[in-house]
């Protein structure tokens, strides 16, 4: 059965940066799509990217073009979802999902606050 | 992007009622729409794709339908751990979208 297993909760300064990891046990990454969910407190579901395996590309919320990084470490089977010059309203809780459908991380929260 | 709308936000509804959600896409998506389940607290759970196909392990209380631009999710003889809340998903196109939600509550 096929888990993800995902980082701790952060608390992050206006400006900074957060790195989530996303770790998949009872399979392989190699292969998977993974993407990345955000959750605002009390909000609904946004989709921020995802990495194409078969293209070998990743595709980004427009909202997100040069404050994101996905990446991923095969060898460990982990997924890194890296957020820069966070703002308050970054706040939320962060998913990983592979294929976009299941199974899904447990959640990070991230808040950003001065 | 391909916008998402959801109707109704909130519904109050019993144990045993019969329960429809739509979801209106801004453009054509075929039949590439997903549907989930969230609790308070927790990750979502997918429900069904490609409209009206159930994932495995889905009670069949649970149905979609719709193709094009309208959808819709029917719950009949809702059970108490159907109470949560309810999107939809396009995967027609990048950047996938959901929508709003829809907050079923207890009557």
């Known amino acids: 059965q096929v888990q993800l297993v995902q980082s701790g909760a952060e608390v992050k300064k206006p400006g900074a940066s957060v790195k989530v990891s996303c770790k998949v046990s009872g399979y392989t990454l190699s292969g998977l799509s993974m993407h990345w969910v955000r959750q605002a407190p009390g909000k609904g579901l946004e989709w921020m990217g995802t990495?194409?395996?078969?293209?070998?590309?990743?595709f980004y919320a427009q909202k997100f073009q040069g404050r994101l990084n996905m990446t991923e470490d095969t060898s460990t089977d982990t997924a890194y979802m890296e957020l820069s010059s966070l703002r308050p309203d970054d706040s939320a809780v962060y998913f990983c999902v592979i294929n976009l459908f299941d199974p899904w991380g447990q959640g990070t929260l991230v808040t950003v606050s001065s | 992007d391909i916008q998402m709308t959801q109707s109704p936000s909130a519904l109050s509804a019993s144990v045993g009622d019969r329960v429809t959600i739509t979801c209106r896409a801004s453009q054509d998506i075929g039949d590439l729409l997903a549907w989930f389940q969230q609790r308070p607290g927790k990750a979502p759970k997918s429900l069904i794709y490609?409209?009206?196909i159930l994932h495995s392990g889905v009670p069949s209380n649970f149905s979609g339908s719709g193709s094009g631009t309208d959808f819709s999710l029917t719950i009949t003889s809702l059970q108490p751990e159907d109470f949560a809340t309810y999107y939809c998903?396009?995967?027609?196109?990048?950047?996938?979208?959901f929508g709003g939600g829809t907050r079923v509550e207890i009557k």
């Open positions: 490609a409209a009206s």
């Open positions: 990495f194409d395996p078969e293209g070998g590309e990743t």
């Open positions: 998903q396009q995967y027609s196109s990048y950047p996938v979208t």
